[in-house]
């Protein structure tokens, strides 16, 4: 089976190389996959011919013409979408994003999941991996945190594990959020164990992915 993965940034790419290879096993053996990472998540627009800009690679604004190429692509048995949650209702989210899959023709088969509320919530959930990477982490606020919580996450992640807390990353201001965002993927995801983590949002991404290649 040959997947085609869609993320909303760098840092979630770089988070799944190091997780994929754990649930659907080498590249290739005999399951094959290709990540697309987009600039950021951006918005689903109204309705199907509505015009996007695909040089901005915004992924939900470039949904609806994406799955209609991939649904047209011999050789691509699924497509999986991977966003975060942020502070929409997951329902009601999750219903716009199959409405759209449904309404392309022809439409791929495609999985939505979501990382709830973003997918550092995913770090919190093998608490043995964040602190074999961050072994001075504040074990006070991790304990504090409740999984899979509406609670700016990865502010509360740097809080834990960087200097000066997210206090000093908002105040140093871009580019600093997204390099120690990319920091945790490379030291975090490749010790994750899929099967040891708690995030409920997590867990469904790993099941899903397990039933679609089974």
Known sequence: MHIEILIEDSSGEKLLQALLPGLLGAQGAPHSWRLHAYKGIG?????????ADPAKRMLLDNLPRLLRGYGKTPGIDAVVVILDS??????????????????CDPS????????????????????TALLKAYPKAKKDIINRYEQDSVCATWEVL????????????????WPLPGQIKHEWAEKIGPLLSPDRNVSPSFGKLRDGLRQLIS
Request: glycine letters at 8%; one cysteine or more.
């Open 43 to 51: 918005r689903l627009q109204k309705g199907l011919s509505a015009a």
């Open 86 to 103: 942020d502070r929409r209702d997951c329902r009601d989210f999750l219903a716009e994003l199959k409405a759209i899959a449904e309404n």
């Open 108 to 127: 791929p088969k495609t999985m939505f999941r979501l990382a709830i509320e973003e997918m550092e919530a995913w770090y919190f959930g093998d608490e």
């Open 158 to 173: 740097a809080d834990a594990v960087y200097p000066g807390g997210s206090a000093a990353v908002k105040k140093a201001g």
